[in-house]
């Protein structure tokens, strides 16, 4: 079974570049098949879908943040990364990184505990 | 990418049924799975699909479409059904997701 887990600073200032990786373990990010996802969730909030990359396309971005996303793999490290740049107390939150099957689309079937970066100065 | 629309509250008596449901434009569609969500777990998949549901889940999880609503039935409710529920899908152009807000389901 795939394990995932973020990583990242827990504190951000505005205007700064919030970044995080997902560390991907039991699993291969260079396996066929799968979209690796990153999702967030404001406080007290429900889940937004922030955007994913898969092994032989993407990445593909929520369109109110094309312009600050960046979702990257890192193969030889196992590593699912997000750099969401110029962050405002907007981008508070709890991040997780996510594995869809391609197979069976919209069913995660491996989450992230999460991790909660506060954008503060 | 149109999000979907959650009620953010329902309550069931216990034993009894309740609907949750999840709208949006995509879903005349695209189908929505729903996520069983309580605090410190991952979330649990509970119906995906036409209204199928993974082995383990309770077949009194139920699910259903019509045109752009998506629904999650629980007949006959437990306690342990006490948790946050929530629709998961594409949107319109299929390559992107939408997330429902979240039904916080309270059983009295």
Not at chain 1, 91 to 111: H, K, L, N, Q, V
Not at chain 2, 21 to 34: E, F, H, I, P, V
Request: hydrophobic letters at 30%.
């Amino acid at each position: 079974q795939v394990l995932l887990q973020e990583s990242g600073p827990r504190l951000v200032k505005p205007s700064q570049t919030l970044s995080l990786t997902c560390n991907v373990s039991g699993g291969s990010l260079s396996s066929g098949g799968y979209y690796w996802m990153w999702i967030r969730q404001h406080p007290g909030k429900g889940l937004e879908w922030l955007g994913y990359i898969y092994y032989s396309g993407g990445p593909y971005y929520r369109p109110s943040l094309e312009s600050r996303i960046t979702i990257s793999t890192d193969m030889s490290r196992s590593q699912l990364s997000l750099h969401l740049t110029s962050v405002t107390a907007a981008d508070t939150g709890i991040y997780y990184c996510a594995r869809e099957s391609i197979a069976a689309p919209a069913m995660f079937d491996s989450w992230g505990q999460g991790t909660l970066v506060t954008v503060s100065s | 990418s149109s999000e979907l629309t959650q009620d953010p509250s329902v309550s069931v008596a216990l034993g009894q049924t309740v609907r949750i449901t999840c709208r949006g434009d995509s879903l005349t569609s695209y189908y929505a799975t729903w996520y069983q969500w309580k605090p410190g777990r991952a979330p649990v998949l509970v119906i995906f699909g036409k209204g199928s549901r993974p082995s383990g889940i309770p077949d009194r999880f139920s699910g259903s479409s019509t045109g752009n609503t998506a629904s999650l039935t629980i007949s006959g409710a437990q306690a342990e059904d006490e948790a946050d529920y929530f629709c998961y899908s594409r949107d319109t152009s299929g390559d992107l997701r939408v997330f429902g807000g979240g039904t916080k389901l309270t059983v009295l």
